[in-house]
């Protein structure tokens, strides 16, 4: 039996609801799982809830920690499957590996993917930034997001 790696995202609660909180990861890389185990609890604003393995198989990685906000749709973790029903969410990991060390390089800034409220975007962009290009600032919004304040914390930085 072939096993493949897959990318288990977020899950959609709607369109009302696009971030989820994590409230905390019960796996780590390496643990066996079954389908249906408890991975992790997540919270919006809403309802807590758990949420479970899509499918039998091996945690290769956990993209989260207790506290983080993650839009829906957003890796939460890559897991190893022989779940052939979860063909569509393979993933090419000799790619994955090649943008990793890219991302890696000396000339690559090796950063956090920063989460953004729609107010710091709208500063940044109104100020001639590339929010997804800007990776010193410093977020102390909600959820670990950059807010606008700190956005004009970061420009006022700039200026002097």
Known sequence: MSTFQIDVPMPSMGATVS????????????????????????????????????AAGTIVAVHGQKGDVKRSG???????????????????????????????APHAPAAKALVWTPRATKLAQEAGLDPTQIFDIEATGPGGRVSGDDVAKYLASRKG
Do not use: C, W, Y
Not at 19 to 47: F, H, M, R, W, Y
Not at 79 to 99: I, K, R, Y
């Open 19 to 54: 971030e989820l909180t994590i409230i905390n990861i019960v796996v780590a890389p390496g643990a066996q799982v079954a389908k249906g185990q408890k991975l992790a609890e997540l919270e919006s604003d809403k309802s807590a809830f758990d949420f479970e393995s899509p």
């Open 74 to 104: 957003e890796t939460l973790f890559r897991m190893e499957t022989a779940d052939a029903s979860l063909q569509h969410l393979a993933v090419a990991t000799a790619q994955h590996d090649a943008q990793a060390a890219a991302a890696a």
